[in-house]
């Protein structure tokens, strides 16, 4: 069955330190590939969006990488903020028909 | 811009009770919107989607059911509670296909006793 895969403990970085996500998946062929960043209590929020046939992405503080061949995309936050800790969503789409699946989420937390 | 609403925002209610949880979308004309449950300790399931008024489609067969009544409304319903059903639920909505970005409403956290 189809898998996606989030680490589900914490990840404690520092602040000012690059943080960097994963997120791997199984039995999946996604077109593209979504992270989406939510604080407790609240909605999801979209962040990024890549798709197969690119390899990175940028926005600001924010880089994200897809490797199809590894079935993996890396999140990365570089010059991280106390404001950056929340809980950071992957989500796939095998495109056409089939729905947007998501990750349970990888909580961060950047500490002062 | 578009904006996307949800009420209530904490509901208590016991077991055998009915519920109806609403979602109302601005700014915007014929959205897909969905529904999504998300429990302690587990990802986002998509409850129902609709790509239009009076069209409902389920993803996991419950005691929860949808409607659409306007092009911009979304309701969450049951006709009695059960403690699983207790969650935090989120509305969304996209503009063109579901695999397009989806924008989530505030959410409702319900608590079944």
């Known amino acids: 069955s189809q898998k996606i895969e989030q680490n589900s403990e914490a990840l404690n970085i520092q602040e000012g330190k690059t943080a960097t996500l994963t997120c791997n998946y199984t039995?999946?062929?996604?077109?593209?590939l979504q992270w989406y960043r939510q604080d407790p209590g609240r909605g999801p929020v979209f962040l990024l969006l890549i798709r197969e046939n690119e390899k990175e992405k940028r926005k600001e503080r924010l880089k994200v990488t897809f490797d199809t061949t590894l079935k993996q995309s890396l999140f990365h936050i570089t010059a991280s903020q106390p404001a950056d800790s929340a809980t950071y969503l992957c989500a796939l789409s095998g495109g056409g028909a089939d729905g947007l699946t998501f990750g349970k989420g990888t909580h961060l937390i950047i500490q002062p | 811009s578009q904006t996307i609403h949800q009420w209530p925002a904490t509901l208590v209610q016991p077991v055998g009770s009915p519920l109806s949880l609403e979602c109302t979308v601005e700014g915007t004309s014929n959205p897909n919107l969905y529904w999504y449950r998300q429990a302690a300790g587990r990802g986002l399931q998509l409850l129902f989607y609709s790509v239009g008024i009076g069209q409902i489609s389920s993803e996991v067969p419950q005691n929860l059911s949808a409607s659409r009544p306007q092009d911009r409304q979304f309701i969450l319903s049951s006709k009695k509670l059960l403690l699983s059903d207790s969650g935090f639920y989120l509305c969304?909505?996209?503009?063109?296909?579901?695999?397009?970005?989806?924008?989530f409403g505030p959410g409702t956290r319900l608590t079944v006793l």
């Open positions: 969304a909505w996209t503009q063109g296909a579901w695999t397009d970005t989806q924008y």
């Open positions: 039995n999946y062929s996604p077109a593209y």
